[in-house]
Protein backbone atom coordinates (compact mmCIF):
# COMPACT_ATOMS: atom_id res chain seq x y z
CA UNK A 1 0.00 0.00 0.00
CA UNK A 2 1.15 3.43 -0.94
CA UNK A 3 -0.98 5.30 0.97
CA UNK A 4 -1.23 9.51 0.54
CA UNK A 5 -2.47 11.23 3.89
CA UNK A 6 -4.02 14.56 2.44
CA UNK A 7 -3.45 17.37 4.86
CA UNK A 8 -5.40 21.04 5.52
CA UNK A 9 -4.87 23.49 8.09
CA UNK A 10 -7.18 22.56 10.66
CA UNK A 11 -6.90 18.81 9.69
CA UNK A 12 -6.21 16.49 13.26
CA UNK A 13 -6.37 13.27 12.47
CA UNK A 14 -3.98 12.38 9.71
CA UNK A 15 -1.58 11.55 12.72
CA UNK A 16 -3.94 9.12 13.85
CA UNK A 17 -4.45 7.85 10.37
CA UNK A 18 -1.00 7.24 9.22
CA UNK A 19 -0.54 5.37 12.38
CA UNK A 20 -3.65 2.81 11.60
CA UNK A 21 -2.39 2.92 8.13
CA UNK A 22 1.11 1.77 8.96
CA UNK A 23 -0.28 -0.81 11.79
CA UNK A 24 -2.20 -2.43 8.56
CA UNK A 25 0.33 -2.34 5.68
CA UNK A 26 3.78 -2.13 7.50
CA UNK A 27 4.32 0.99 5.65
CA UNK A 28 4.65 4.85 6.65
CA UNK A 29 1.81 7.01 4.16
CA UNK A 30 3.02 10.41 3.35
CA UNK A 31 1.95 13.32 4.26
CA UNK A 32 0.46 15.64 1.73
CA UNK A 33 0.28 19.25 1.91
CA UNK A 34 -2.98 21.30 0.57
CA UNK A 35 -1.13 23.00 -1.56
CA UNK A 36 0.52 20.21 -3.60
CA UNK A 37 -1.15 20.07 -6.99
CA UNK A 38 0.21 16.40 -7.84
CA UNK A 39 0.30 13.30 -5.86
CA UNK A 40 3.46 11.20 -4.67
CA UNK A 41 4.43 8.54 -7.49
CA UNK A 42 2.52 5.58 -6.95
CA UNK A 43 0.06 6.31 -4.51
CA UNK A 44 -2.65 4.09 -4.65
CA UNK A 45 -5.12 5.09 -1.53
CA UNK A 46 -5.73 8.80 -0.76
CA UNK A 47 -7.02 9.46 2.55
CA UNK A 48 -9.14 12.76 3.56
CA UNK A 49 -8.62 12.63 7.28
CA UNK A 50 -10.89 14.12 10.17
CA UNK A 51 -10.50 17.58 11.66
CA UNK A 52 -11.69 20.97 11.30
CA UNK A 53 -10.22 22.48 7.96
CA UNK A 54 -9.60 26.02 7.31
CA UNK A 55 -11.56 26.36 10.38
CA UNK A 56 -15.17 25.03 8.79
CA UNK A 57 -15.41 28.40 8.29
CA UNK A 58 -18.70 29.00 5.44
CA UNK A 59 -19.15 25.27 5.44
CA UNK A 60 -17.90 22.46 6.37
CA UNK A 61 -15.33 21.23 4.30
CA UNK A 62 -16.25 23.79 1.97
CA UNK A 63 -12.92 25.37 1.60
CA UNK A 64 -11.16 22.52 1.04
CA UNK A 65 -12.31 21.05 -1.38
CA UNK A 66 -11.38 23.68 -3.37
CA UNK A 67 -7.60 23.55 -2.47
CA UNK A 68 -5.21 22.98 -5.53
CA UNK A 69 -4.65 19.59 -4.18
CA UNK A 70 -7.89 18.37 -4.52
CA UNK A 71 -7.49 18.49 -8.59
CA UNK A 72 -5.03 15.78 -8.46
CA UNK A 73 -7.13 14.02 -5.93
CA UNK A 74 -10.07 13.99 -8.64
CA UNK A 75 -8.21 13.14 -11.35
CA UNK A 76 -7.23 9.76 -9.24
CA UNK A 77 -10.37 9.08 -8.56
CA UNK A 78 -11.47 9.02 -11.86
CA UNK A 79 -8.33 7.28 -12.98
CA UNK A 80 -10.17 4.76 -10.25
CA UNK A 81 -8.20 5.22 -7.25
CA UNK A 82 -8.98 4.70 -4.07
CA UNK A 83 -9.98 7.58 -1.68
CA UNK A 84 -11.38 7.09 1.59
CA UNK A 85 -13.03 10.58 3.33
CA UNK A 86 -13.41 10.80 7.51
CA UNK A 87 -15.70 12.53 9.25
CA UNK A 88 -14.47 16.32 7.58
CA UNK A 89 -13.15 14.12 4.76
CA UNK A 90 -16.55 12.71 4.07
CA UNK A 91 -17.39 16.51 4.22
CA UNK A 92 -14.58 17.45 1.87
CA UNK A 93 -15.47 14.65 -0.86
CA UNK A 94 -19.58 15.74 -0.57
CA UNK A 95 -18.46 19.64 -1.23
CA UNK A 96 -15.76 18.37 -4.18
CA UNK A 97 -18.80 16.49 -5.74
CA UNK A 98 -16.99 13.42 -5.63
CA UNK A 99 -19.51 11.96 -3.47
CA UNK A 100 -23.68 13.03 -3.78
CA UNK A 101 -24.91 14.82 -0.56
CA UNK A 102 -24.14 16.75 1.99
CA UNK A 103 -23.44 16.74 5.22
CA UNK A 104 -25.96 19.49 7.70
CA UNK A 105 -25.93 20.19 11.29
CA UNK A 106 -27.18 17.33 13.77
CA UNK A 107 -30.34 16.60 14.55
CA UNK A 108 -30.10 17.43 17.87
CA UNK A 109 -28.01 20.64 17.22
CA UNK A 110 -25.16 19.34 19.18
CA UNK A 111 -21.69 18.35 18.80
CA UNK A 112 -21.43 14.83 19.46
CA UNK A 113 -18.06 12.50 20.72
CA UNK A 114 -18.69 8.89 21.65
CA UNK A 115 -18.56 5.50 20.25
CA UNK A 116 -21.44 5.10 17.50
CA UNK A 117 -22.51 1.46 16.43
CA UNK A 118 -22.55 0.43 12.72
CA UNK A 119 -23.95 -2.44 10.66
CA UNK A 120 -21.78 -3.19 7.60
CA UNK A 121 -24.07 -3.49 5.05
CA UNK A 122 -21.98 -5.00 2.14
CA UNK A 123 -18.44 -6.83 2.38
CA UNK A 124 -17.96 -6.89 -1.17
CA UNK A 125 -15.71 -3.29 -1.57
CA UNK A 126 -12.47 -2.35 -1.16
CA UNK A 127 -12.74 -0.79 1.74
CA UNK A 128 -15.13 -3.43 3.65
CA UNK A 129 -13.49 -6.60 2.60
CA UNK A 130 -12.52 -7.26 6.17
CA UNK A 131 -16.02 -7.12 7.80
CA UNK A 132 -18.99 -9.72 6.93
CA UNK A 133 -22.09 -7.87 5.50
CA UNK A 134 -24.56 -7.55 8.14
CA UNK A 135 -21.96 -7.17 10.61
CA UNK A 136 -21.94 -4.51 13.74
CA UNK A 137 -19.20 -2.59 14.71
CA UNK A 138 -18.31 0.29 17.09
CA UNK A 139 -16.38 2.79 16.00
CA UNK A 140 -16.11 6.78 17.50
CA UNK A 141 -17.75 9.60 16.13
CA UNK A 142 -16.77 13.13 16.48
CA UNK A 143 -18.93 15.69 14.70
CA UNK A 144 -21.13 18.22 14.82
CA UNK A 145 -22.16 18.31 11.02
CA UNK A 146 -22.69 14.36 10.26
CA UNK A 147 -26.28 14.77 9.48
CA UNK A 148 -26.00 13.11 5.77
CA UNK A 149 -28.51 15.03 3.43
CA UNK A 150 -29.90 14.26 -0.47
CA UNK A 151 -32.95 14.67 -2.56
CA UNK A 152 -35.10 11.81 -3.01
CA UNK A 153 -33.42 10.61 -6.30
CA UNK A 154 -29.99 10.33 -5.07
CA UNK A 155 -31.37 8.47 -2.40
CA UNK A 156 -33.76 5.95 -4.38
CA UNK A 157 -30.25 5.73 -6.29
CA UNK A 158 -27.60 4.98 -3.09
CA UNK A 159 -30.42 2.47 -1.93
CA UNK A 160 -30.92 0.65 -5.20
CA UNK A 161 -27.25 0.24 -6.30
CA UNK A 162 -26.23 -0.56 -3.06
CA UNK A 163 -23.98 1.90 -2.40
CA UNK A 164 -25.30 2.33 1.41
CA UNK A 165 -21.73 0.79 3.29
CA UNK A 166 -22.31 1.74 6.64
CA UNK A 167 -25.60 2.28 8.60
CA UNK A 168 -25.71 3.95 12.30
CA UNK A 169 -27.72 1.02 14.05
CA UNK A 170 -28.36 -0.66 17.57
CA UNK A 171 -25.67 -3.14 18.98
CA UNK A 172 -27.61 -5.78 17.66
CA UNK A 173 -27.77 -4.22 13.87
CA UNK A 174 -31.48 -2.61 14.51
CA UNK A 175 -32.18 0.43 12.52
CA UNK A 176 -34.15 2.69 15.02
CA UNK A 177 -34.28 6.38 15.78
CA UNK A 178 -32.74 6.70 19.04
CA UNK A 179 -29.66 4.72 17.31
CA UNK A 180 -29.38 6.81 14.67
CA UNK A 181 -27.24 9.63 16.54
CA UNK A 182 -27.40 12.74 14.54
CA UNK A 183 -30.19 11.94 11.84
CA UNK A 184 -28.74 10.98 8.79
CA UNK A 185 -31.72 9.78 6.52
CA UNK A 186 -31.88 6.13 6.63
CA UNK A 187 -29.17 6.25 9.57
CA UNK A 188 -26.67 6.92 6.58
CA UNK A 189 -23.07 6.75 8.13
CA UNK A 190 -20.76 5.74 5.03
CA UNK A 191 -21.31 5.99 1.15
CA UNK A 192 -19.42 4.97 -1.93
CA UNK A 193 -19.16 6.67 -5.44
CA UNK A 194 -20.98 5.14 -8.44
CA UNK A 195 -17.66 3.48 -9.26
CA UNK A 196 -17.06 2.29 -6.03
CA UNK A 197 -13.84 3.50 -5.68
CA UNK A 198 -14.54 6.37 -3.44
CA UNK A 199 -15.67 5.84 -0.13
CA UNK A 200 -16.99 8.51 2.76
CA UNK A 201 -18.18 8.14 6.09
CA UNK A 202 -18.69 9.57 9.56
CA UNK A 203 -17.15 7.68 12.05
CA UNK A 204 -13.33 7.33 12.43
CA UNK A 205 -12.33 3.93 12.23
CA UNK A 206 -8.70 5.05 12.58
CA UNK A 207 -9.38 5.37 16.43
CA UNK A 208 -9.63 1.88 16.64
CA UNK A 209 -7.54 -0.11 16.03
CA UNK A 210 -5.18 -0.82 18.58
CA UNK A 211 -6.12 -2.83 22.06
CA UNK A 212 -5.15 -0.34 24.23
CA UNK A 213 -7.83 1.48 23.26
CA UNK A 214 -10.62 -1.30 23.94
CA UNK A 215 -12.14 -1.70 20.67
CA UNK A 216 -10.40 -2.72 17.09
CA UNK A 217 -13.34 -2.79 15.35
CA UNK A 218 -11.53 -0.35 13.21
CA UNK A 219 -9.23 -2.59 11.95
CA UNK A 220 -11.19 -4.25 9.51
CA UNK A 221 -11.00 -1.35 6.92
CA UNK A 222 -7.39 -1.39 6.74
CA UNK A 223 -6.92 -4.75 6.38
CA UNK A 224 -9.60 -5.02 3.70
CA UNK A 225 -7.58 -2.11 1.71
CA UNK A 226 -4.23 -3.57 2.57
CA UNK A 227 -5.64 -7.29 1.31
CA UNK A 228 -7.36 -5.59 -1.83
CA UNK A 229 -4.23 -3.44 -2.58
CA UNK A 230 -1.80 -6.59 -2.65
CA UNK A 231 -4.00 -8.57 -4.90
Given at each position: ???????????NR??????????????????????????????????????????????????????????????????GG??????????????????????????????????????????????????????????????????????????????????????????????????????????????????????????????????????????????????????
Amino acid sequence: MNAAILVFPGSNREQDMARALTLAAGRAPILVWHAETELPAGTDLVVVPGGFSYGDYLRCGAIAARAPVMGAVRAFAARGGLVLGVCNGFQILCEAALLPGALMRNAGLKFICHDAYLRVERSDTPFTQGYNAGQVIRLPVAHGEGNYVADAETIARLEGEGRIVFRYSSPDGALTPEWNINGSIYAIAGILNERGNVLGMMPHPENHVEAEIGCTDGRGLFAGLTSFLAA
